[in-house]
């Protein structure tokens, strides 16, 4: 049979974004989705001229054109993305104000199954550097905070998703189609048992409904064959599990990555110098507006789990077929998941405060300390500048035991000084 490829093959990529009403409706308003013009508009093409006298012209990006196709102001917006203007191959964007976002992506005839996984990844990058910019700037401050990048854009392979891969049927080499009568048997099939892990990685799940064969993977899932409407919908609430699955163990990394550097920051502070502590205080500051922004995107995505878990929750109660159906983890789980991250970033705050009180203590001891060095080396200088003085002045040796005996409190009070010196600052 041959190397197998999609016939006919639909991408769909969703993706979870920070939005709500008040930036969609911002979005909308950016896009001129209110104003129906009659081709697409062009977005991110902003250039440079290297050279006047020569006419050279440089584009700082690819830019985008985007033509709105259906929305409603504040709730959602459908749009079809090109790469130029005459592109024949146009992807159609979806997005409400839950931010719940799916990339779509319609491909003719055959196609290998190794490079839809290509187009997949393309596809993401794509969309990461030509729709992103269209936010605004505090929902791209949320994603960057939520992944820990600096620049989402310069990093498009850090947006989290979860992709589906839908088409008619399975192609050999041999143009012929390769039956599926169970899902089970596919996968254990010697023939078969690999064909789809390039897209899905590992399977964790596959069942069939309604002539549709389903198979849900680690990173995407694959559907096989015709289905209805609400197999449709059933696919999309899996999509967006899947994708907030893959969102909150990104941001459960990360708030991960800063607790080991809040762990090695309290090792160092004992030891450190007053420029590195400093420095610490700094460092501490931006991770309390880094969780400060967690904290943010976490009460975004709990409000939108809560949402789609309404709708979710209908969809399964109104559909008998759907209520046995393995489709992992509900939304339930996600939405506890991101109230746990909450607490854990609650605690974190208390850590950071118990660092910040560690870092004052040691500036604090530190220039104590230096007080103390500085104190006691103007004692020891003013002894010798003393004795210095009787010294050069040829005094009479009871001329230079008066001296002694005027300068003996300070010696006693020089030594005492040291010895306390060496108990307190060593």
Not at 101 to 120: M, R, W
Not at 161 to 189: C, H, Q, R
Not at 204 to 209: K, V
Request: net charge positive; aromatic share 10%; proline share 3%.
């Amino acid at each position: 049979m041959g190397k197998l490829s999609f016939f006919n093959p639909s991408i769909v990529i969703c993706e979870w974004l920070p939005m709500g009403r008040n930036n969609m409706s911002a979005l909308n308003r950016h896009l001129g989705s209110h104003k129906q013009y009659k081709a697409p508009t062009e977005f991110g093409m902003e250039g440079v001229v290297e050279d006047i006298s020569k006419g050279q012209f440089k584009m700082k990006n690819s830019g985008c054109f985007l033509e709105p196709v259906d929305f409603t102001f504040s709730g959602s917006l459908k749009a079809t993305l090109k790469n130029n203007f005459k592109d024949q191959q146009a992807k159609g964007v979806e997005l409400d104000k839950d931010g719940c976002c799916y990339i779509g992506l319609k491909l003719k005839n055959k196609v290998p199954i190794d490079k839809t996984k290509e187009l997949i990844g393309k596809t993401e990058i794509e969309f990461t550097r030509q729709f992103v910019p269209l936010l605004a700037d505090n929902q791209v401050d949320l994603l960057e905070c939520a992944y820990g990048v600096d620049d989402i854009i310069a990093s498009p392979f850090a947006l989290s998703s979860y992709s589906m891969v839908v088409t008619d049927a399975l192609i050999g080499a041999d143009n012929k189609e390769v039956a599926i009568n169970d899902t089970e048997e596919f996968i254990k099939s010697e023939e078969f048992s690999n064909v789809l892990m390039p897209v899905t990685d590992w399977i964790i799940s596959h069942f069939t409904i309604k002539g549709c064969h389903i198979f849900i993977g680690m990173k995407a899932m694959v559907c096989i064959g015709p289905y209805p409407e609400p197999v449709k919908e059933l696919l999309k609430g899996i999509l967006f599990q899947k994708t907030i699955l893959n969102v909150s163990m990104r941001m459960f990394s990360n708030l991960w990555a800063k607790n080991k550097r809040l762990t090695s920051i309290s090792e160092s502070i004992p030891k450190a110098t007053y420029k590195l502590l400093k420095d610490f205080n700094v460092e501490l500051g931006k991770i309390n507006n880094h969780f400060s922004r967690q904290n943010v995107v976490s009460d975004m995505m709990i409000d939108a789990i809560k949402k789609k878990r309404t709708n979710w929750d209908k969809l399964i109660a109104e559909n008998k077929l759907f209520q046995r159906l393995d489709t992992g983890e509900g939304l339930k789980e996600e939405q506890e998941k991101s109230e746990d991250r909450i607490l854990i970033i609650k605690q974190m705050y208390i850590d950071i405060e118990g660092l910040r009180d560690q870092l004052q203590q040691r500036m604090s001891l530190i220039m104590t300390k230096n007080g103390q060095q500085l104190n006691l080396t103007l004692l020891v200088l003013t002894l010798i500048s003393v004795l210095g003085i009787a010294d050069i002045f040829g005094f009479t040796f009871r001329k230079t035991i008066l001296v002694i005996f005027v300068v003996a409190p300070f010696i006693y009070f020089a030594i005492r000084s040291f010895i306390r010196y060496r108990k307190h600052f060593n």
